[in-house]
C-alpha cells in the first residue's frame, strides 16, 4: 500500500500570502489529485493528474510534483480558500488518501 | 449532471451488517466505477471499494473479508454491504464516481453518517 503523506497538519495563512501544501508518497506514484473539503459538505476534486484545476477553481491555484513528491499551491491566500485538502492517489491499489492538511486564515 | 444520493440506517449495532444504497441520476453506472469511501472521526479517509462498468470489483485488501459491493442497473444504484462492524466503522460513508484517464474520483455524493453503537 502506497502511504500518502501531507504536511503541515494544519496551516494558518495571511491574505494574499502564498501558501504550499505538501503530499509524499512512500513509492514512485504517475500523477496525484487534489480534494477540498469545508465543513459539513463532501469533498470535492479540485486537482487533477497532477496539475490540471477542475471546473470553476480559480486560477491562484496550482499543482506540481512528480514521482514521490507533490504539491498544491496557492499564490495569494483568500479566506474562501479555508478547508481542509487531502491528496489522493489512484496509481496503485489500493487507493490511498493523505491525511489532510487543514487550512485556516490569519 | 451527475448526481450522487446516499442512503441507510445511521445506527448499526455491533456485529451486524450496514448497509447503504447510492441512487445515481443523470449517469449510466453501466460507465465507469462506482465506489465507496469512508471518513472517520479525526478526518482520515479510506477507500474501501469499487463496482466498475462490468459488474467487476476491486476492494481495499483491508476490509477484503467483510465488503460487498454489488448494483441494480435498472435502478442505476450501487450498494455497499460491511459485515462484522465494530465501533471502528463509525464514520461518514460517501460514494462517489471513477474514471478518465489520468483516473479521477470526479463527483462525490453528501455523505452518510452511520453510527454503530449498541
Known amino acids: 500500500e502506497i502511504v500518502l503523506t501531507q504536511s503541515p497538519t494544519t496551516m494558518a495563512a495571511s491574505p494574499g500570502e502564498k501558501v504550499t501544501l505538501n503530499c509524499l508518497a512512500s513509492?514512485?506514484?504517475?500523477?496525484m489529485n487534489w480534494y477540498q473539503q469545508k465543513s459539513g459538505a463532501s469533498p470535492k476534486l479540485w486537482i487533477y493528474?497532477?496539475?490540471n484545476l477542475a471546473s470553476g477553481v480559480p486560477n491562484r491555484f496550482s499543482g506540481s510534483g512528480s514521482g514521490t513528491s507533490y504539491s498544491l499551491t496557492i499564490s495569494s491566500m483568500e479566506a474562501e480558500d479555508v478547508a481542509t485538502y487531502y491528496c489522493l492517489q489512484l496509481s496503485s491499489y489500493p487507493w490511498t488518501f493523505g491525511g489532510g492538511t487543514k487550512l485556516e486564515l490569519k | 449532471e451527475v448526481q450522487l444520493q446516499e442512503s441507510g440506517p445511521g445506527l448499526v449495532k455491533p456485529s451486524q451488517s450496514l448497509s447503504l444504497t447510492c441512487s445515481v441520476t443523470?449517469?449510466?453506472?453501466?460507465?465507469?466505477?462506482w465506489g465507496w469511501i469512508r471518513k472517520f472521526p479525526g478526518n482520515k479517509m479510506e477507500w474501501m471499494g469499487y463496482i466498475s462498468y462490468s459488474g467487476s470489483t476491486s476492494y481495499n485488501p483491508s476490509l477484503k473479508s467483510r465488503i460487498s459491493i454489488t448494483r441494480d442497473t435498472s435502478k442505476n444504484q450501487f450498494f455497499l454491504q460491511l459485515n462484522s462492524v465494530t465501533t471502528e466503522d463509525t464514520a461518514t460513508y460517501y460514494c462517489?464516481?471513477?474514471?478518465?484517464?489520468?483516473?479521477?474520483?470526479?463527483?462525490w455524493g453528501q455523505g452518510a453518517s452511520v453510527t454503530v453503537s449498541s
Open positions: 443523470g449517469y449510466s453506472i453501466t460507465s465507469n466505477y
Open positions: 462517489a464516481r471513477s474514471g478518465g484517464y489520468p483516473r479521477v474520483m470526479d463527483a
Open positions: 513509492s514512485s506514484v504517475s500523477y
Open positions: 493528474g497532477t496539475s
